[in-house]
Protein backbone atom coordinates (compact mmCIF):
# COMPACT_ATOMS: atom_id res chain seq x y z
CA UNK A 1 0.00 0.00 0.00
CA UNK A 2 1.34 3.58 -1.07
CA UNK A 3 1.96 6.15 1.76
CA UNK A 4 -0.07 9.03 1.66
CA UNK A 5 1.21 11.75 3.59
CA UNK A 6 -1.93 13.59 3.94
CA UNK A 7 -3.45 11.14 6.15
CA UNK A 8 -2.54 12.28 9.09
CA UNK A 9 -2.97 15.93 8.39
CA UNK A 10 -5.79 18.42 8.05
CA UNK A 11 -6.92 16.66 4.54
CA UNK A 12 -7.93 18.52 1.44
CA UNK A 13 -11.65 17.56 1.55
CA UNK A 14 -13.92 19.75 0.13
CA UNK A 15 -17.18 20.34 2.41
CA UNK A 16 -18.14 23.75 0.35
CA UNK A 17 -21.64 22.33 -1.05
CA UNK A 18 -23.34 21.18 2.17
CA UNK A 19 -26.38 20.08 0.06
CA UNK A 20 -24.77 18.17 -2.78
CA UNK A 21 -23.07 15.98 0.22
CA UNK A 22 -27.01 15.68 1.94
CA UNK A 23 -27.69 14.80 -1.29
CA UNK A 24 -24.94 11.97 -1.72
CA UNK A 25 -25.39 10.86 2.21
CA UNK A 26 -29.49 10.51 1.11
CA UNK A 27 -28.71 7.84 -1.97
CA UNK A 28 -26.49 5.55 -0.09
CA UNK A 29 -28.72 5.56 2.99
CA UNK A 30 -31.27 3.86 0.22
CA UNK A 31 -28.62 1.98 -1.26
CA UNK A 32 -27.51 0.22 2.37
CA UNK A 33 -31.05 -0.35 3.03
CA UNK A 34 -31.93 -2.17 -0.15
CA UNK A 35 -29.02 -4.30 0.55
CA UNK A 36 -29.59 -4.99 4.40
CA UNK A 37 -27.07 -3.11 5.80
CA UNK A 38 -29.42 -1.31 8.30
CA UNK A 39 -26.63 0.45 10.59
CA UNK A 40 -24.53 1.90 7.89
CA UNK A 41 -28.30 3.17 6.03
CA UNK A 42 -28.90 4.46 9.92
CA UNK A 43 -25.23 6.13 9.96
CA UNK A 44 -25.93 7.80 6.92
CA UNK A 45 -29.62 8.94 7.52
CA UNK A 46 -28.66 10.81 10.80
CA UNK A 47 -25.54 12.51 9.49
CA UNK A 48 -28.31 13.87 6.72
CA UNK A 49 -30.56 14.79 8.59
CA UNK A 50 -28.43 16.93 10.89
CA UNK A 51 -27.88 19.41 7.57
CA UNK A 52 -30.37 22.02 6.19
CA UNK A 53 -33.38 20.54 4.09
CA UNK A 54 -33.16 19.63 0.44
CA UNK A 55 -36.12 21.38 -2.08
CA UNK A 56 -37.76 18.99 -3.96
CA UNK A 57 -36.39 20.02 -6.68
CA UNK A 58 -32.48 18.79 -5.67
CA UNK A 59 -33.63 15.52 -3.97
CA UNK A 60 -31.48 12.76 -5.82
CA UNK A 61 -33.40 10.51 -8.42
CA UNK A 62 -33.60 6.70 -7.40
CA UNK A 63 -30.89 4.65 -9.00
CA UNK A 64 -31.19 4.06 -12.36
CA UNK A 65 -32.25 -0.13 -13.17
CA UNK A 66 -30.67 -1.94 -15.69
CA UNK A 67 -32.03 -5.19 -17.56
CA UNK A 68 -30.38 -7.14 -15.00
CA UNK A 69 -31.88 -5.70 -12.52
CA UNK A 70 -35.56 -5.73 -13.95
CA UNK A 71 -35.02 -9.02 -14.59
CA UNK A 72 -34.22 -10.01 -10.90
CA UNK A 73 -36.96 -7.60 -9.48
CA UNK A 74 -39.34 -10.03 -8.45
CA UNK A 75 -36.75 -12.35 -6.89
CA UNK A 76 -35.27 -9.63 -5.60
CA UNK A 77 -38.56 -8.14 -3.77
CA UNK A 78 -39.43 -11.50 -2.68
CA UNK A 79 -36.20 -12.62 -0.59
CA UNK A 80 -35.77 -9.30 0.61
CA UNK A 81 -39.15 -9.30 2.70
CA UNK A 82 -37.88 -13.15 3.61
CA UNK A 83 -34.60 -11.35 4.64
CA UNK A 84 -36.07 -8.72 7.01
CA UNK A 85 -37.64 -11.48 8.44
CA UNK A 86 -34.14 -12.99 9.15
CA UNK A 87 -34.89 -16.06 6.84
CA UNK A 88 -31.38 -16.04 5.17
CA UNK A 89 -31.71 -19.43 4.26
CA UNK A 90 -35.09 -18.66 2.06
CA UNK A 91 -33.49 -15.91 1.06
CA UNK A 92 -30.63 -17.18 -0.75
CA UNK A 93 -32.64 -19.83 -1.91
CA UNK A 94 -34.58 -17.70 -3.85
CA UNK A 95 -31.88 -15.10 -5.35
CA UNK A 96 -29.86 -18.40 -7.11
CA UNK A 97 -28.83 -17.17 -10.14
CA UNK A 98 -29.01 -13.53 -10.10
CA UNK A 99 -26.99 -11.55 -12.23
CA UNK A 100 -27.66 -8.01 -10.59
CA UNK A 101 -25.23 -6.55 -8.37
CA UNK A 102 -28.07 -5.46 -6.12
CA UNK A 103 -29.79 -9.05 -6.00
CA UNK A 104 -26.27 -10.87 -6.02
CA UNK A 105 -24.95 -9.02 -2.82
CA UNK A 106 -28.45 -10.01 -0.79
CA UNK A 107 -27.85 -13.49 -1.92
CA UNK A 108 -23.98 -13.59 -0.43
CA UNK A 109 -24.66 -11.18 2.55
CA UNK A 110 -27.68 -13.67 3.33
CA UNK A 111 -25.68 -16.57 3.14
CA UNK A 112 -22.93 -14.89 5.29
CA UNK A 113 -25.91 -14.03 7.70
CA UNK A 114 -27.30 -17.35 8.07
CA UNK A 115 -23.91 -19.23 8.49
CA UNK A 116 -23.57 -16.33 11.66
CA UNK A 117 -27.18 -17.34 12.87
CA UNK A 118 -26.18 -21.17 12.92
CA UNK A 119 -22.76 -20.35 14.66
CA UNK A 120 -24.51 -18.67 17.04
CA UNK A 121 -27.04 -21.19 17.90
CA UNK A 122 -23.77 -23.91 17.83
CA UNK A 123 -22.41 -21.43 20.43
CA UNK A 124 -25.27 -21.86 23.05
CA UNK A 125 -24.71 -25.71 22.64
CA UNK A 126 -20.50 -25.39 23.61
CA UNK A 127 -19.25 -26.40 26.57
CA UNK A 128 -16.78 -24.24 27.27
CA UNK A 129 -13.78 -21.85 25.97
CA UNK A 130 -11.96 -24.75 24.11
CA UNK A 131 -15.51 -26.13 22.59
CA UNK A 132 -16.22 -22.58 21.60
CA UNK A 133 -13.12 -21.31 19.52
CA UNK A 134 -14.22 -24.37 17.42
CA UNK A 135 -17.21 -23.40 16.30
CA UNK A 136 -17.25 -21.65 13.20
CA UNK A 137 -19.25 -19.72 10.58
CA UNK A 138 -18.66 -22.67 7.96
CA UNK A 139 -19.93 -20.64 4.58
CA UNK A 140 -17.00 -18.86 5.52
CA UNK A 141 -14.25 -20.72 3.34
CA UNK A 142 -16.98 -21.10 0.28
CA UNK A 143 -17.97 -17.37 -0.04
CA UNK A 144 -14.36 -16.53 0.05
CA UNK A 145 -13.99 -19.05 -2.94
CA UNK A 146 -16.63 -17.51 -4.71
CA UNK A 147 -16.05 -13.76 -3.96
CA UNK A 148 -12.45 -13.98 -4.75
CA UNK A 149 -13.15 -15.06 -8.59
CA UNK A 150 -15.46 -12.14 -8.42
CA UNK A 151 -12.70 -10.05 -7.37
CA UNK A 152 -10.13 -11.39 -9.95
CA UNK A 153 -13.10 -10.67 -12.82
CA UNK A 154 -13.46 -7.21 -10.95
CA UNK A 155 -17.12 -7.56 -10.99
CA UNK A 156 -17.44 -6.61 -7.71
CA UNK A 157 -18.88 -3.10 -6.66
CA UNK A 158 -17.99 -1.39 -3.95
CA UNK A 159 -20.83 -3.16 -1.48
CA UNK A 160 -19.41 -6.39 -3.14
CA UNK A 161 -15.88 -5.36 -1.80
CA UNK A 162 -17.11 -4.80 1.79
CA UNK A 163 -18.56 -8.36 2.24
CA UNK A 164 -15.49 -9.61 0.51
CA UNK A 165 -13.56 -8.08 3.54
CA UNK A 166 -16.01 -9.38 5.83
CA UNK A 167 -15.38 -12.72 5.29
CA UNK A 168 -11.47 -12.05 5.00
CA UNK A 169 -11.40 -10.83 7.78
CA UNK A 170 -13.44 -13.21 9.77
CA UNK A 171 -11.41 -15.97 8.38
CA UNK A 172 -8.74 -13.61 10.21
CA UNK A 173 -7.15 -12.62 6.82
CA UNK A 174 -6.62 -9.32 8.17
CA UNK A 175 -3.71 -7.99 5.83
CA UNK A 176 -5.96 -9.46 2.44
CA UNK A 177 -8.96 -7.78 3.92
CA UNK A 178 -7.26 -4.00 4.94
CA UNK A 179 -6.41 -4.25 1.32
CA UNK A 180 -10.44 -5.36 0.22
CA UNK A 181 -11.54 -2.59 2.44
CA UNK A 182 -9.27 0.18 0.93
CA UNK A 183 -10.25 -0.91 -2.53
CA UNK A 184 -14.22 -0.57 -1.29
CA UNK A 185 -14.07 2.86 0.57
CA UNK A 186 -12.03 3.92 -3.63
CA UNK A 187 -14.79 2.31 -5.56
CA UNK A 188 -17.67 3.46 -3.11
CA UNK A 189 -16.44 5.96 -0.65
CA UNK A 190 -19.67 7.19 0.84
CA UNK A 191 -20.40 3.52 2.50
CA UNK A 192 -19.54 4.06 6.17
CA UNK A 193 -19.38 0.16 6.76
CA UNK A 194 -16.12 -0.16 4.84
CA UNK A 195 -14.59 2.39 6.81
CA UNK A 196 -15.85 1.59 10.33
CA UNK A 197 -14.42 -2.12 9.35
CA UNK A 198 -10.99 -0.73 7.90
CA UNK A 199 -10.44 0.72 11.40
CA UNK A 200 -10.92 -2.29 13.35
CA UNK A 201 -7.98 -3.55 11.46
CA UNK A 202 -5.60 -0.84 12.43
CA UNK A 203 -4.25 -1.02 15.63
CA UNK A 204 -1.58 1.70 15.54
CA UNK A 205 -0.49 4.56 14.03
CA UNK A 206 2.23 3.52 11.75
CA UNK A 207 -0.26 1.62 9.83
CA UNK A 208 -2.73 4.31 9.67
CA UNK A 209 0.18 6.15 7.87
CA UNK A 210 0.03 3.62 5.05
CA UNK A 211 -3.43 3.64 3.63
CA UNK A 212 -3.66 4.52 0.50
CA UNK A 213 -7.35 6.50 1.16
CA UNK A 214 -9.67 8.34 -1.46
CA UNK A 215 -9.11 12.00 -0.95
CA UNK A 216 -12.79 12.58 0.12
CA UNK A 217 -15.07 14.42 2.92
CA UNK A 218 -15.71 10.50 3.96
CA UNK A 219 -12.37 10.19 5.44
CA UNK A 220 -12.28 12.91 7.91
CA UNK A 221 -14.97 10.99 9.83
CA UNK A 222 -12.70 8.38 8.79
CA UNK A 223 -9.71 9.71 10.43
CA UNK A 224 -11.73 11.47 13.70
CA UNK A 225 -13.02 7.88 14.51
CA UNK A 226 -9.52 5.85 14.16
CA UNK A 227 -7.93 8.53 16.21
CA UNK A 228 -10.33 8.07 19.19
CA UNK A 229 -10.13 4.33 18.83
CA UNK A 230 -5.98 4.45 19.08
CA UNK A 231 -6.82 6.76 21.82
CA UNK A 232 -5.27 9.90 19.96
CA UNK A 233 -7.85 11.64 21.88
CA UNK A 234 -6.54 15.48 20.85
CA UNK A 235 -6.17 14.76 17.50
CA UNK A 236 -9.90 13.41 17.11
CA UNK A 237 -11.35 15.89 18.69
CA UNK A 238 -9.81 18.55 16.58
CA UNK A 239 -11.21 16.89 13.56
CA UNK A 240 -14.45 16.84 14.78
CA UNK A 241 -14.27 19.84 16.00
CA UNK A 242 -13.04 20.89 11.80
CA UNK A 243 -16.51 18.90 11.23
CA UNK A 244 -19.12 20.75 13.66
CA UNK A 245 -17.19 24.15 11.86
CA UNK A 246 -17.73 22.43 8.19
CA UNK A 247 -21.69 22.52 8.77
CA UNK A 248 -22.04 19.30 11.14
CA UNK A 249 -22.70 20.99 14.57
CA UNK A 250 -26.39 19.47 14.73
CA UNK A 251 -24.85 15.90 14.10
CA UNK A 252 -26.01 13.49 16.78
CA UNK A 253 -23.24 11.07 15.66
CA UNK A 254 -20.50 13.68 16.06
CA UNK A 255 -21.73 14.95 19.88
CA UNK A 256 -21.77 11.66 21.41
CA UNK A 257 -17.82 10.39 19.72
CA UNK A 258 -17.16 14.03 21.05
CA UNK A 259 -18.52 12.63 24.78
CA UNK A 260 -16.88 9.13 24.22
CA UNK A 261 -13.44 10.66 23.44
CA UNK A 262 -13.77 12.89 26.68
CA UNK A 263 -15.12 9.32 28.45
CA UNK A 264 -11.88 7.81 27.68
CA UNK A 265 -9.05 10.88 28.64
CA UNK A 266 -11.24 10.74 31.52
CA UNK A 267 -12.43 14.44 31.30
CA UNK A 268 -15.71 13.38 33.22
CA UNK A 269 -17.31 16.40 33.93
CA UNK A 270 -16.81 17.23 30.15
CA UNK A 271 -18.44 14.25 29.11
CA UNK A 272 -21.20 14.89 31.24
CA UNK A 273 -22.31 17.73 30.18
CA UNK A 274 -21.72 16.48 26.59
CA UNK A 275 -23.87 13.24 26.89
CA UNK A 276 -26.61 15.59 28.80
CA UNK A 277 -26.90 17.64 25.64
CA UNK A 278 -27.05 14.87 23.60
CA UNK A 279 -29.95 13.57 25.71
CA UNK A 280 -32.15 16.56 25.62
CA UNK A 281 -31.57 16.59 21.38
CA UNK A 282 -31.91 12.67 21.31
CA UNK A 283 -33.92 11.46 24.37
CA UNK A 284 -34.99 8.21 22.86
CA UNK A 285 -31.14 7.45 21.75
CA UNK A 286 -29.76 4.27 23.19
CA UNK A 287 -26.47 4.62 21.64
CA UNK A 288 -23.70 5.14 24.18
CA UNK A 289 -25.91 5.20 27.16
CA UNK A 290 -23.82 2.14 28.35
CA UNK A 291 -20.91 4.86 28.41
CA UNK A 292 -22.89 7.87 29.88
CA UNK A 293 -24.40 5.23 32.81
CA UNK A 294 -20.16 4.36 33.49
CA UNK A 295 -19.57 8.50 34.10
CA UNK A 296 -22.45 8.39 36.04
CA UNK A 297 -21.67 5.47 38.06
CA UNK A 298 -18.09 6.70 38.69
CA UNK A 299 -19.64 10.35 40.06
CA UNK A 300 -21.64 7.88 42.12
CA UNK A 301 -24.89 10.21 40.55
CA UNK A 302 -27.33 7.33 41.69
CA UNK A 303 -30.66 9.24 41.49
CA UNK A 304 -29.30 10.21 37.90
CA UNK A 305 -28.25 6.85 37.11
CA UNK A 306 -31.22 5.13 38.41
CA UNK A 307 -33.50 7.57 36.54
CA UNK A 308 -31.50 6.87 33.20
CA UNK A 309 -32.25 3.21 33.41
CA UNK A 310 -35.70 3.52 34.32
CA UNK A 311 -35.84 5.77 31.24
CA UNK A 312 -34.42 3.40 28.79
CA UNK A 313 -36.27 0.60 30.22
CA UNK A 314 -39.04 2.06 28.98
CA UNK A 315 -37.63 2.95 25.49
CA UNK A 316 -36.10 -0.89 24.95
CA UNK A 317 -35.58 -2.82 27.82
CA UNK A 318 -34.06 -6.13 25.54
CA UNK A 319 -31.53 -3.62 24.27
CA UNK A 320 -27.91 -5.03 25.52
CA UNK A 321 -27.28 -1.21 26.28
CA UNK A 322 -30.19 -0.98 28.25
CA UNK A 323 -29.74 -4.05 30.67
CA UNK A 324 -26.36 -2.64 31.36
CA UNK A 325 -27.54 0.42 32.64
CA UNK A 326 -30.10 -1.15 34.81
CA UNK A 327 -27.50 -3.37 36.21
CA UNK A 328 -24.88 -0.68 36.67
CA UNK A 329 -27.71 0.70 38.71
CA UNK A 330 -27.75 -1.84 40.88
CA UNK A 331 -25.20 -4.29 42.92
CA UNK A 332 -22.78 -5.74 40.92
CA UNK A 333 -24.54 -9.22 41.24
CA UNK A 334 -27.50 -7.46 39.81
CA UNK A 335 -25.06 -6.16 37.24
CA UNK A 336 -24.01 -9.76 36.10
CA UNK A 337 -27.66 -10.62 36.18
CA UNK A 338 -28.91 -7.60 33.96
CA UNK A 339 -26.05 -8.35 31.57
CA UNK A 340 -26.87 -11.97 31.23
CA UNK A 341 -30.22 -11.50 30.59
CA UNK A 342 -29.05 -8.39 27.22
CA UNK A 343 -26.80 -11.71 25.80
CA UNK A 344 -30.26 -13.63 26.07
CA UNK A 345 -29.21 -16.94 24.38
CA UNK A 346 -26.35 -15.52 22.23
CA UNK A 347 -23.73 -16.97 24.63
CA UNK A 348 -20.24 -18.48 24.25
CA UNK A 349 -18.36 -18.76 27.32
CA UNK A 350 -19.47 -20.87 29.96
CA UNK A 351 -17.36 -19.81 33.59
CA UNK A 352 -18.13 -22.07 37.03
CA UNK A 353 -18.31 -19.50 39.70
CA UNK A 354 -18.60 -20.96 43.33
CA UNK A 355 -20.15 -19.12 46.62
CA UNK A 356 -18.47 -15.41 45.21
CA UNK A 357 -18.31 -12.78 47.96
CA UNK A 358 -20.35 -9.88 46.10
CA UNK A 359 -21.43 -7.61 48.64
CA UNK A 360 -23.19 -10.80 50.19
CA UNK A 361 -22.51 -14.25 49.97
CA UNK A 362 -23.79 -15.76 46.25
CA UNK A 363 -23.43 -19.75 45.53
CA UNK A 364 -24.27 -19.29 41.68
CA UNK A 365 -23.43 -22.80 40.28
CA UNK A 366 -23.05 -21.43 36.81
CA UNK A 367 -22.72 -18.00 35.15
CA UNK A 368 -22.02 -17.64 31.28
CA UNK A 369 -19.74 -14.80 31.38
CA UNK A 370 -17.52 -14.51 28.65
CA UNK A 371 -20.17 -13.09 26.25
CA UNK A 372 -20.63 -10.19 28.26
CA UNK A 373 -17.20 -8.95 27.32
CA UNK A 374 -18.23 -8.59 23.41
CA UNK A 375 -20.80 -6.06 24.37
CA UNK A 376 -18.45 -4.30 26.99
CA UNK A 377 -15.10 -5.19 26.17
CA UNK A 378 -13.40 -1.96 27.63
CA UNK A 379 -15.44 -2.33 31.01
CA UNK A 380 -12.90 -2.50 33.23
CA UNK A 381 -14.59 -3.74 36.07
CA UNK A 382 -15.67 -6.09 33.90
CA UNK A 383 -12.41 -7.31 33.08
CA UNK A 384 -11.59 -7.37 36.75
CA UNK A 385 -14.86 -9.21 37.41
CA UNK A 386 -13.93 -11.78 34.99
CA UNK A 387 -10.45 -11.86 35.82
CA UNK A 388 -11.73 -12.43 39.71
CA UNK A 389 -13.86 -15.33 38.31
CA UNK A 390 -10.86 -17.35 36.41
CA UNK A 391 -8.53 -16.43 40.00
CA UNK A 392 -11.61 -18.87 41.66
CA UNK A 393 -11.41 -21.64 38.93
CA UNK A 394 -7.38 -21.17 39.45
CA UNK A 395 -6.90 -20.24 35.77
CA UNK A 396 -4.30 -17.74 36.90
CA UNK A 397 -2.46 -17.02 33.21
CA UNK A 398 -6.10 -15.87 31.86
CA UNK A 399 -7.02 -13.82 34.96
CA UNK A 400 -3.59 -12.15 34.52
CA UNK A 401 -5.27 -11.52 31.28
CA UNK A 402 -7.75 -9.91 31.85
CA UNK A 403 -6.01 -7.67 34.84
CA UNK A 404 -3.63 -5.86 32.00
CA UNK A 405 -6.29 -5.64 29.78
CA UNK A 406 -8.16 -3.53 32.50
CA UNK A 407 -5.33 -1.95 33.08
CA UNK A 408 -5.00 -0.87 29.46
CA UNK A 409 -8.76 0.03 28.97
CA UNK A 410 -8.20 2.68 31.92
CA UNK A 411 -9.20 1.06 35.34
CA UNK A 412 -12.05 3.30 36.57
CA UNK A 413 -11.48 1.99 40.40
CA UNK A 414 -7.38 1.31 40.12
CA UNK A 415 -7.58 -2.30 41.29
CA UNK A 416 -6.43 -3.94 38.02
CA UNK A 417 -2.29 -3.41 38.74
CA UNK A 418 -2.99 -4.65 42.23
CA UNK A 419 -4.75 -7.78 41.74
CA UNK A 420 -2.39 -8.19 38.67
CA UNK A 421 0.63 -8.04 41.20
CA UNK A 422 -0.39 -10.18 44.03
CA UNK A 423 -1.29 -12.73 40.96
CA UNK A 424 2.95 -12.36 40.33
CA UNK A 425 3.30 -12.79 44.15
CA UNK A 426 1.11 -15.66 44.04
CA UNK A 427 2.84 -17.41 41.18
CA UNK A 428 6.63 -16.23 42.78
CA UNK A 429 7.35 -13.97 40.04
CA UNK A 430 8.79 -10.94 42.15
CA UNK A 431 9.79 -8.84 39.35
CA UNK A 432 6.91 -8.49 37.73
CA UNK A 433 5.00 -7.94 40.85
CA UNK A 434 7.12 -5.07 41.43
CA UNK A 435 6.57 -3.34 37.72
CA UNK A 436 3.00 -3.49 38.74
CA UNK A 437 3.01 -2.17 42.19
CA UNK A 438 5.57 0.51 40.98
CA UNK A 439 2.98 1.74 38.34
CA UNK A 440 -0.21 1.68 40.29
CA UNK A 441 2.25 3.89 42.79
CA UNK A 442 2.84 6.43 40.00
CA UNK A 443 -0.91 6.16 38.90
CA UNK A 444 -2.27 6.76 42.42
CA UNK A 445 -0.41 9.81 42.54
CA UNK A 446 0.34 11.01 38.99
CA UNK A 447 -3.73 11.63 39.14
CA UNK A 448 -4.24 13.43 42.21
CA UNK A 449 -5.93 10.43 44.00
CA UNK A 450 -5.99 10.48 48.13
CA UNK A 451 -2.90 8.43 48.92
CA UNK A 452 -4.83 7.08 51.73
CA UNK A 453 -5.85 4.48 48.84
CA UNK A 454 -6.67 0.92 50.07
CA UNK A 455 -3.65 -0.81 48.31
CA UNK A 456 -0.66 2.20 48.24
CA UNK A 457 0.83 1.00 51.34
CA UNK A 458 0.41 -2.91 50.25
CA UNK A 459 2.25 -1.74 47.72
CA UNK A 460 4.89 0.33 49.54
CA UNK A 461 5.42 -2.58 51.88
CA UNK A 462 5.99 -5.57 48.93
CA UNK A 463 8.47 -2.61 47.70
CA UNK A 464 10.56 -2.16 50.92
CA UNK A 465 10.76 -5.57 50.83
CA UNK A 466 11.65 -6.46 47.49
CA UNK A 467 14.49 -3.69 47.28
CA UNK A 468 15.70 -5.63 50.52
CA UNK A 469 15.75 -8.41 49.18
CA UNK A 470 17.84 -7.12 45.79
CA UNK A 471 20.39 -5.62 48.37
CA UNK A 472 19.01 -2.02 46.74
CA UNK A 473 19.36 -0.44 50.24
CA UNK A 474 18.42 3.29 48.72
CA UNK A 475 15.31 2.38 47.34
CA UNK A 476 14.26 -0.29 50.35
CA UNK A 477 14.59 2.55 52.80
CA UNK A 478 12.98 5.09 50.50
CA UNK A 479 9.80 2.63 50.39
CA UNK A 480 10.12 1.28 54.36
CA UNK A 481 10.07 5.11 55.30
CA UNK A 482 6.47 5.09 53.16
CA UNK A 483 5.20 2.77 55.07
CA UNK A 484 5.97 4.52 58.02
CA UNK A 485 2.77 6.94 57.31
CA UNK A 486 0.11 4.17 56.79
CA UNK A 487 -1.00 2.94 60.02
CA UNK A 488 -1.33 -0.56 58.90
CA UNK A 489 2.55 -0.61 57.92
CA UNK A 490 4.37 1.60 60.27
CA UNK A 491 5.69 -0.78 62.19
CA UNK A 492 6.85 -3.25 59.93
CA UNK A 493 7.97 -0.19 57.82
CA UNK A 494 9.67 0.80 61.09
CA UNK A 495 11.26 -2.92 61.61
CA UNK A 496 12.84 -3.14 58.27
CA UNK A 497 14.11 0.41 58.13
CA UNK A 498 16.01 -0.73 61.68
CA UNK A 499 17.79 -3.53 59.70
CA UNK A 500 18.99 -1.17 57.28
CA UNK A 501 20.93 0.91 59.88
CA UNK A 502 22.34 -2.22 61.14
CA UNK A 503 24.03 -3.18 57.74
CA UNK A 504 27.70 -2.92 57.30
CA UNK A 505 28.92 0.61 55.83
CA UNK A 506 30.14 -0.49 52.16
CA UNK A 507 33.80 -0.29 51.92
CA UNK A 508 34.93 2.92 50.47
Known amino acids: MAAVGAVMGLGNADFSDLREIKKQLLSVAERSRERGLQHSGKWASELAFALEPLLLSELPPPPALTEEDARDLDAYTLAKSYFDLKEYDRAAYFLRGCKSQKAYFLYMYSRYLSGEK ?65 EATHVLPLHWGAWLELCNLITDKEM ?55 HNIRDIDKALSIFNELRKQDPYRIENMDTFSNLLY ?33 PFYMFLLCCLQAVGSNF ?53 KCYWRAYAVGDVEKMALVKLA ?87
Open 298 to 330: VRSMKPELSYLAHNLCEIDKYRVETCCVIGESQ
Open 118 to 182: KKDDETVDSLGPLEKGQVKNEALRELRVELSKKHKAQELDGFGLYLYGVVLRKLDLAKEAIDVFV
Open 348 to 400: SNRICIQELNWGRKTNINTIWFGELLFYRPNDSRMLVALGECYEKLNQLVEAK
Open 208 to 262: LKFLSLPDTWMKEFFLAHIYTELQLIEEALQKYQSLIDAGFSKSTYIISQIAVAY
Open 422 to 508: KLHEQLNESEQAAQCYIKYIQDIYSCGEIVEHLEVSTAFRYLAQYYFKCKLWDEASACAQKCCSFNDTREEGKALLRQILQLPSPVQ
